[in-house]
Nanobody, 128 residues
Framework: EVQLQASGGGLVQAGGSLRLSCTVS????????IAWFRQAPGKEREGVGC????????YFPHSEKGRFTISSDNVKNVVYLQMNSLKPEDTAVYYC?????????????????????WGQGTQVTVSS
């Protein structure tokens, strides 16, 4: 059984940093694409980045590129989302998700469709 658990959210001032963790069980990292999504009140869920299977390549939308990074600890089975230079508009519930994939070097963050394994969210609040 695939299980994901996101943690590490909290309250931070604008310009600050947070590192979210996604603890994963029941998968082999190299066989899954893992993505981070967020959803603010009244808004649609949006992707903020993903890690591709096989090579661990990471991909981000333009708005997050340079501020967010994704890394993994394959021994601890944890995927991290490091968020720097946080803005009030980054306030949202953040989720990690995974989907089995054999396409090395590719992952999708533009849509949550297709991701069939989700963790519970963790709240990130950025104050101005």
């Amino acid at each position: 059984e695939v299980q994901l658990q996101a943690s590490g959210g909290g309250l931070v001032q604008a310009g600050g940093s947070l590192r979210l963790s996604c603890t994963v069980s029941g998968i082999t990292f190299g066989d899954y694409a893992i993505a981070w999504f967020r959803q603010a009140p009244g808004k649609e869920r949006e992707g903020v980045g993903c890690m591709s299977p096989g090579d661990g390549g990471t991909y981000f939308p333009h708005s997050e590129k340079g501020r967010f990074t994704i890394s993994s600890d394959n021994v601890k089975n944890v995927v991290y989302l490091q968020m720097n230079s946080l803005k009030p508009e980054d306030t949202a519930v953040y989720y990690c998700a995974a989907v089995r994939s054999y396409i090395v070097g590719e992952c999708i963050y533009g849509s949550s469709l297709g991701y069939d394994n989700w963790g519970q969210g963790t709240q990130v609040t950025v104050s101005s």
